[in-house]
């Protein structure tokens, strides 16, 4: 099989094309060209087909090594034939992303089940063109796409006659036209035609096409560029729901939402006519066996799933009656309650899950089924599941206290993991659960698929310090730092996330590798999924390790300033003034009141004059949170908070590797420090704050960004969300519009300065736009959180001009949800809380009962839970008609 690659591309002096066939990037077919534009390049063909067609990708080679490569996840195609005296003759384009790549993810495509060749293309002939086209999934199964043209062969502008394409490839359609007799040149349209109707239901919206007779070589069949197609048809827009899975609650549950209650949730966004199902991360986070560890986004592991998440309906019963029994009344009993339980559910759920493997567990590791799945997974299985073992076996995740196994050693694990091993059947145990949760959550996506919901999963930014990952493959971390984010609308002190940060420069090397093989896992599961914190990918707010608020960090990677450069600025630079905490009688005052004197004898010490200084063991905020650590009681709590502010009033923070360098401490303006500047020092400060922030690093985070995202971005073909909230730098929209990650759009956090709140008219579509997120109070708990805020809401984004209720009627939140359905968004998702907020008869009768998370409790007990079983919802007719109604007239399906 002869291929001859043609394709215009304009190169530099030492620069070649080639092309890579089947991925093979070890023999890449080099390209020739006499004037550095128009390249071209002949091989016999020996790559095996892959379900009856190659697939290649263009790249840009110099001195034997790629360094630029067509992007996307829709390599070029061709179909394989066994003709040998065949040529083929391929034209081409070089293929960057499609517009609206997000279209051709697998959450908008249907899932592709291998079709059997039917021979459209087996007797290709010389004189053939094949037209190829990609082209975003049509809304409706019946429609299809067609060529229509000026020439017979085409259909003489006739849609009804014109030639069929075949979608051969999910989005990628070709067809086959006899040449020998045409009449050149020709010109056509692609059409959507409806097959149910026979009616064109929509022609390309530009210039008819034109194509000039090609001159192929003999015996040769002919290829046109892949087509890019652009129709109405194609732009689809959903809505759905975000919940945590541990929310969930059904009649059957055990007091925690499972896997199984997650197919049940299917089906109620079925019923709703609503596409996509939100979830938070479902990762183990099992720590210390406490309620610490309900915190979603600490996870001990990037694969492993959280035991809590098993549905023990579908694992089956004890066979000893009586212990079943008091594991169903302990079921009633935890599911009765209006929140989650984390400790209890969890030791339940063990309990049954340690008398069910030892009941059947040996007998259903040896099938098949878990065989296949231990030889995919053992890589991070067997690792996970000594992990575990010996966390409990010595009390703690922390494995440097370990006794034996701190430093992690495959061969060592493997002796520990093996058959034989006194270890075996405990370490067995991690497996069986893990196995059951495969299944499980493999049952409820394929469901998902079954009924074209989008399952979009979330990728935590960090993982914990006391994880496998961090354990087995120290080397990706820097486990010196943690990250965390800078103060925001979420949290005014900052947030402490304790993570480890990622080395970046490591990951590099091997191509971020750890990334693509997290994200491939996960794609077996979701086709959507949202990056927890999307601007880590451009720069972490990185904390000491001696801090616990967030005050005190710096951007890593960052370019800090050196004394010299601050005063460019006309600030004098005076190091011990801006650099170390600045305490005052007057400060000390206003903090502490009538305890003032006492803190200035027991924490402080006196420097000169009215100035104070910290005591050395009490000169950081870990050493002030150990004093206090047995001591909760209110008075004690607000000396602790006062001491930290003390520790953190610092104009300028020196540079984590450079202490001669610096960095404006970030939201300094509201310290004392920054009110002992003159106006002149205040307004150079400003100045060199503003700079620094918003403008400094813009091509700088810009290049770091894009040295990673298009590579994560593109293993999978999973749609791809950001969280891009926060303190935004104008190079994270460049970034996101480049790769055609969807942004996160919140009215009540707009990403113009110029507006108090969002425009939802203005939002792209290229976007997600919700009401609220895990991490805010819902849309009837910000009604009543500020109302002087809700009455500019209630007037000028509405529209009205009464009184402002105080509390959110359901009619009002029926009107935001609308809008928010209006806009232009592609993905609209709602919670589960502001969906119901629409009808006052099923909503939780208590606002506050109905929040997820409060960021500036560093401590938060994750325990919501719906306050009605999924059975219920479905019966509350009024509601359901009402979602699906808002949604079937704004087209969301």
């Not at 929140?339 to 567990?361: H, I």
């Not at 995919?376 to 010996?390: C, D, G, K, V």
């Not at 794609?523 to 707010?541: K, Q």
Request: net charge negative.
């Amino acid at each position: 099989m002869k291929i001859t690659f043609r394709i215009e591309y304009r190169t530099v002096w030492g620069e070649n094309m080639g092309v890579t066939i089947n991925g093979n990037e070890n023999q890449p077919v080099l390209l020739n060209t006499i004037d550095g534009i128009n390249w071209e390049g002949e091989t016999d063909c020996c790559e095996k087909p892959i379900d009856g067609y190659l697939t290649y990708r263009y790249g840009v080679y110099k001195d034997n090594t790629c360094i630029r490569r067509e992007s996307g996840n829709m390599p070029h195609l061709i179909p394989h034939t066994e003709a040998e005296e065949l040529r083929f003759q391929v034209n081409d384009h070089w293929k960057e992303l499609p517009a609206n790549s997000f279209l051709y993810s697998s959450a908008f495509s249907e899932r592709y089940e291998p079709r059997k060749r039917k021979g459209e293309f087996d007797d290709l002939a010389p004189n053939n063109i094949v037209f190829r086209a990609i082209c975003p999934p049509l809304r409706q199964k019946h429609q299809k796409v067609r060529i229509c043209g000026s020439v017979a062969e085409l259909g003489e502008w006739n849609p009804a006659k014109a030639t069929k394409m075949i979608e051969v490839r999910p989005n990628e359609w070709f067809t086959v036209v006899n040449a020998s007799q045409m009449h050149f040149p020709i010109t056509y349209k692609f059409v959507v035609y409806d097959e149910e109707t026979e009616e064109a239901e929509e022609w390309e919206h530009r210039d008819n096409r034109i194509m000039d007779k090609p001159s192929p070589l003999p015996a040769t069949v002919f290829f046109t560029p892949e087509t890019e197609l652009q129709f109405e048809s194609a732009k689809s827009k959903a809505a759905g729901t975000a919940i945590p899975v541990f929310s969930l609650r059904s009649e059957g549950s055990f007091g925690v939402g499972d896997f199984g209650d997650l197919k049940q949730l299917i089906d109620w966004t079925v019923l709703t006519h609503q596409r996509v199902i939100q979830i938070l991360p479902i990762n183990d986070t099992t720590n210390t066996h406490t309620w610490i560890d309900s915190y979603p986004y600490n996870s001990i592991s990037i694969y492993a799933f959280h035991p809590m998440y098993v549905d023990l309906r579908q694992v089956g019963k004890l066979r000893d009656r009586e212990k079943q029994t008091v594991y169903d009344q302990k079921r009633k009993e935890l599911n009765a309650l209006p929140q989650l339980d984390y400790e209890a559910v969890n030791q339940a759920k063990r309990s049954f899950l340690k008398l069910m493997f030892k009941q059947d567990g040996k007998r259903l590791l040896r099938t098949k089924g878990f065989k296949n799945f231990f030889h995919a997974n053992a890589r991070w299985l067997e690792p996970y599941a000594a992990f575990s073992y010996l966390r409990d076996e010595y009390g703690t995740s922390d494995f440097a206290r370990w006794p034996e196994y701190a430093l992690y050693r495959k061969e060592e694990i493997d002796k520990l993991c093996a058959a034989e091993s006194p270890a075996h059947e405990e370490i067995a145990f991690h497996y069986y659960v893990q196995y059951l949760l495969h299944i499980q959550l493999s049952k409820a996506s394929d469901y998902a698929r079954e009924k074209g919901i989008i399952l979009k999963g979330d990728i935590p930014i960090g993982i914990s310090r006391h994880s496998v990952e961090a354990w087995t493959e120290p080397h990706y971390f820097n486990m010196d730092g943690q990250t965390g984010a800078p103060p925001d609308a979420f949290s005014v002190k900052g947030q402490n996330w304790g993570f480890p940060t990622y080395n970046w420069e490591i990951m590099e090397q091997d191509h971020y590798l750890w990334w693509q093989k997290r994200l491939s896992k996960m794609a077996e599961y979701f086709t959507a999924y949202r990056i927890d914190h999307i601007l880590g990918f451009f720069r972490i707010w990185e904390i000491p390790t001696h801090s616990v608020h967030g005050l005190l960090g710096q951007f890593v990677p960052a370019l800090p300033m050196s004394a010299a450069e601050i005063e460019s600025y006309g600030l004098p630079f005076q190091q011990e003034f801006m650099t170390k905490p600045f305490i005052s009688e007057r400060m000390i005052a206003e903090i502490f009141g009538e305890k003032a004197a006492y803190v200035s004898r027991h924490f402080l010490k006196h420097e000169h004059h009215d100035i104070y200084s910290m005591q050395s063991k009490f000169d950081t905020q870990r050493k002030v949170e150990a004093f206090f650590a047995e001591k909760p009681d209110q008075e004690s709590q607000h000396l602790k908070e006062g001491l930290y502010a003390l520790i953190s009033d610092v104009l300028f923070v020196p540079d984590r590797k450079h202490p001669e360098m610096y960095h404006p401490r970030i939201a300094v303006q509201n310290d004392y420090v920054f009110r002992q500047l003159s106006w002149k020092e205040a307004e150079a400060f400003n100045r060199l704050y503003n700079d620094y922030y918003y403008k400094r690093h813009n091509q700088f985070w810009y290049d770091q960004a894009m040295r990673k995202l298009p590579v994560l971005t593109q293993a999978t073909p999973m749609l791809v969300c950001g969280e891009d909230l926060g303190m935004v730098p104008e190079c994270v929209p460049w970034v996101m519009n480049q790769l055609q990650i969807l942004s996160l759009e919140i009215q009540r956090m707009p990403k113009d300065p110029r507006y108090e709140f969002g425009h939802v008219w203005e939002y792209p579509y290229r976007s997600v736009c919700t009401i609220s997120t895990h991490d805010m109070s819902t849309l009837r708990g910000w009604w009543e959180e500020d109302f002087e805020q809700t009455s500019r809401f209630y007037k000028q984004i509405l529209g009205h001009w009464d009184e402002t209720p105080q509390a959110a009627s359901g009619a009002i939140c029926e009107e935001i949800v609308r809008r928010h359905l209006e806009c232009p968004s592609a993905l609209c998702i709602l919670s589960f809380q502001d969906w119901t907020s629409m009808d006052e008869e099923v909503r939780c009768p208590d606002t506050e009962a109905e929040r997820i998370n409060i960021p500036s409790v560093p401590r938060h007990y994750w325990r919501y839970r719906m306050h009605l079983s999924i059975e219920a919802l479905t019966e509350c007719d009024r509601l359901n008609e009402k979602i699906s109604a808002l949604i079937d007239q704004n087209e969301r399906n």
